[in-house]
Antibody
Framework: QVQLVQSGAEVKKPGASVKVSCKAS????????IHWVRQAPGQGLEWMGI????????RYAQDFEGRVTMTTDTSTSTVYMELSSLRSRDTAVYYC?????????????WGQGTLVTVSS | DIVMTQSPLSLPVTPGEPASISCRSN???????????LDWYLQKPGQSPQLLIY???ARASGVPDRFRGSGSGTDFTLQISRVEAEDVGVYYC?????????FGGGTKVEIK
């Protein structure tokens, strides 16, 4: 079955960077896009961007342009999301999600989430 | 960016009774192929979101048929025919037409 397993919680200081991983299994890794979505404590969902594991092309939300980098390692079926210049408002749970039935922009399968806490 | 607006913010429901959530977009999500690029997600307490409905009205695999998505263009509705205790959580609509993908603010469904 499809699984997206994310790396564990992180605590970072303001100005630092964080790199979250998302290991996929149960399907052909290079055949489907992966998205990143975040959720600040008690808040709603915010889309960050998308990566095509086949070739590594990306599209980022403008709010994250210049600070986010999404990469892929096809040898381990893992996607990474790195966010730099962290500030306190980046404290959130970060989810990876795979496209599902209905197309590239349908978030059919989600990882368990990774809590990133930014605190001095 | 497309702005998504949901109502109500909170929805107390009685088990066995129907429930309805509204979602509006500030531009049409209807494409020339006849599909509306609107999805519904449910985030149960302490869990990751899960897909309920895609393309406006198609139920995702494994989703009970008490969930029904309807609407077209800019106005959409998620209906639950008979609410069960396991349906509690926050429901989000999301437009899947253009990036950046954007979500509604969420509707919290709780049992009365």
């Amino acid at each position: 079955q499809v699984q997206l397993v994310q790396s564990g919680a992180e605590v970072k200081k303001p100005g630092a960077s964080v790199k979250v991983s998302c290991k996929a299994s149960g399907y052909i890794f290079t055949s489907q896009f992966i998205h990143w979505v975040r959720q600040a404590p008690g808040q709603g969902l915010e889309w960050m961007g998308i990566i095509n594991p086949s070739g590594g092309s990306t599209r980022y939300a403008q709010d994250f342009e210049g600070r986010v980098t999404m990469t892929t390692d096809t040898s381990t079926s893992t996607v990474y999301m790195e966010l730099s210049s962290l500030r306190s408002r980046d404290t959130a749970v970060y989810y990876c999600a795979k496209e599902g039935e209905g197309g590239t922009y349908v978030l059919g399968y989600w990882g368990q989430g990774t809590l990133v806490t930014v605190s001095s | 960016d497309i702005v998504m607006t949901q109502s109500p913010l909170s929805l107390p429901v009685t088990p066995g009774e129907p429930a309805s959530i509204s979602c509006r977009s500030n531009q049409s999500l209807l494409q020339s192929n006849g599909y509306n690029y609107l999805d519904w997600y449910l985030q149960k307490p302490g869990q990751s979101p899960q897909l309920l409905i895609y393309l406006g009205s198609a139920r995702a695999s494994g989703v009970p048929d008490r969930f029904r998505g309807s609407g077209s263009g800019t106005d959409f509705t998620l209906q639950i025919s008979r609410v069960e205790a396991e349906d509690v959580g926050v429901y989000y609509c999301m437009q899947a037409l253009y990036t950046p993908l954007t979500f509604g603010g969420g509707t919290k469904v709780e049992i009365k």
